[in-house]
């Protein structure tokens, strides 16, 4: 079992930036891939982004395209989110998650084997 904690989030301002990581401990990790998804209050939790094993394949929900980027660093079993140009619409917790299978590039909230505990970020405004 992989555990995943996350960090990084926080209050902005409308138009800033958030870097959200997410470390992995526990199986391999460079075989799976990772994904970014947020949860806001009264809503499911949804899709923000992707990344495959290797960085090769990356996805990003419509909404964040152009001003999110996700990437990772398998040595350090570490994935990223870079959110650029903030938006209140943004505001939510965001989740990582650990494919549960390898080798597969795509994945959706019920494909994850392992979510960590959350890291709120809020934009104002």
């Known amino acids: 079992q992989v555990q995943l904690v996350e960090s990084g989030g926080g209050l902005v301002q409308a138009g800033g930036s958030l870097r959200l990581s997410c470390a992995a401990s526990?199986?391999?990790?460079?075989?799976?891939?990772m994904g970014w998804f947020r949860q806001a209050p009264g809503k499911e939790r949804e899709f923000v982004a992707t990344?495959?094993?290797?960085?090769?394949?990356?996805n990003y929900a419509d909404s964040v395209k152009g001003r999110f980027t996700i990437s990772r660093v398998n040595v350090k079993k570490t994935i990223y989110l870079q959110m650029n140009s903030l938006k209140p619409e943004d505001t939510a917790v965001y989740y990582c998650?650990?494919?549960?299978?390898?080798?597969?590039?795509?994945?959706?909230?019920?494909?994850?084997?392992?979510w960590g505990q959350g890291t709120q970020v809020t934009v104002s405004s």
């Open positions: 998650a650990v494919h549960r299978s390898p080798y597969i590039s795509t994945m959706r909230p019920g494909d994850a084997a392992s």
């Open positions: 990344i495959s094993w290797s960085s090769a394949a990356t």
């Open positions: 526990g199986r391999t990790f460079s075989t799976y891939t």
